[in-house]
């Protein structure tokens, strides 16, 4: 089985400002897939950015980046710049290789504060 | 925008009625998914479908049946409603397995007096 930690249910900071929040995962597998989903109050869900577990080069997506240790399996989400639209909900997720099962952190709650 | 859609997109209802929530997309993707969304919880695999009639399990699948019969159509059934069963169900759809992601509908709040 696999399971997802983030450890900080609430986070805030100053538009403009960095932020990283953090996600811990355990599983048995070698090779799987790293995700995190940003839920704005809309309520939809929206695909950040992904890394796989093989790529040793960490995932960058414009203002959005991770830092992904596997051995330490920790794959933490840094926020640069930071901008009144990023407040929301941000979940880590883990995928095996089969693909089946996206497995879900329990979310941080990221305030912007103007 | 992934074509997703899932009706109703809110329901009340009331306990030990069925219910019927309903994922339909326009990608002709293989994989379907329906998930709940608790407080605290994020979002737990309730069902998913790796192909017509074929589905499986997830993590939290007791009290809830799925159906597939068309590649485009996803139905979550409560057979049974209990007070429990209050959440916010999503859809997700996704073309193959490993490193594609999963993309999600707008979700329906379900919520059973």
């Known amino acids: 089985a696999q399971t997802v930690t983030q450890s900080q249910p609430e986070m805030s900071v100053q538009e403009a400002e960095t932020v990283t929040l953090s996600c811990t995962y355990d599983t048995s597998e070698n090779n799987y897939y790293l995700f995190w989903y940003k839920q704005p109050p809309s309520r939809q869900m929206i695909l950040v950015i992904r890394q796989e577990a093989y790529k040793q080069q960490n995932a960058t997506e414009n203002r959005f980046s991770v830092n992904f240790q596997k051995a330490a399996k920790s794959f933490s989400l840094k926020i640069s710049d930071s901008q009144l639209g990023d407040t929301a909900m941000y979940f880590c997720?883990?995928?095996?290789?089969?693909?089946?099962?996206?497995?879900f952190g329990g979310g941080t709650r990221l305030m912007v504060k103007p | 925008d992934a074509g997703i859609t899932q009706s109703p997109r809110h329901k009340v209802t009331e306990t030990g009625t069925p219910v019927t929530l309903r994922c339909h997309q326009t990608?002709?993707?293989?994989?379907m998914y329906w998930y709940r969304q608790d407080p605290g919880h994020g979002l737990r695999l309730i069902h998913y479908s790796y192909g017509v009639k074929d589905t499986d399990k997830g993590e939290v699948s007791d009290g809830y049946s799925v159906s597939r019969s068309k590649t485009e159509d996803f139905l979550l059934t409560l057979e049974s409603a209990t007070s429990s069963q209050t959440s916010v169900y999503f859809c997700a759809i996704s073309a193959s397995g490993g490193n594609q992601p999963q993309h999600f509908g707008d979700g329906t709040r379900l919520s059973i007096l």
């Open positions: 990608e002709n993707h293989r994989y």
């Open positions: 997720a883990i995928r095996d290789n089969a693909g089946n099962m996206l497995t």
